[in-house]
């Protein structure tokens, strides 16, 4: 059997993670602050910069590089990697974050090819998030666990 090696790297810090370092999620008087597929700060951006030179040390080095279609994770990917990162590139939202707020509501993929266009989201369905109401995909609706661990189930499959 071949053995993979699996390199794993967490998008940069963002507006939601700067919101969520004054107002603690679940407090009494927490309120969502709308920022819908949140961004990275300038402080994301330079520490997915400065991630680049650890990506070019990697090895092995990667065959596949799979991203979530959210953002930040783009965002993320283009600094570290490049935009010709020397493998395929796979936008794959099974790999996003559970959805709990409004950050994590993503794009529709013509907006996310027009902000990145040396990825392709051809086969993204146009709600590739989580939503409870498919005729409003912006509302905020908590992925419930049995959502949750299904698509979790799908990831370890893949």
Known sequence: MDQKVVHLMRHGVTEMNVYLSKSRYGSKNFR???LYDTRLTEKGKLGAQAAAARVARLRPRPELLVVSPLTRAL???TLAFGHQPGCPVLVEPLWRERLYLSSDVGRHPELLQEEFPHYSFD?????WWH????DDPLAIHEEPDHVFVERVGKLQQW
């Open 32 to 34: 969502d602050p709308l």
């Open 75 to 77: 965002q993320t990917a």
């Open 123 to 127: 086969h993204l369905e146009d709600v």
């Open 131 to 134: 939503t409870g109401t498919p």
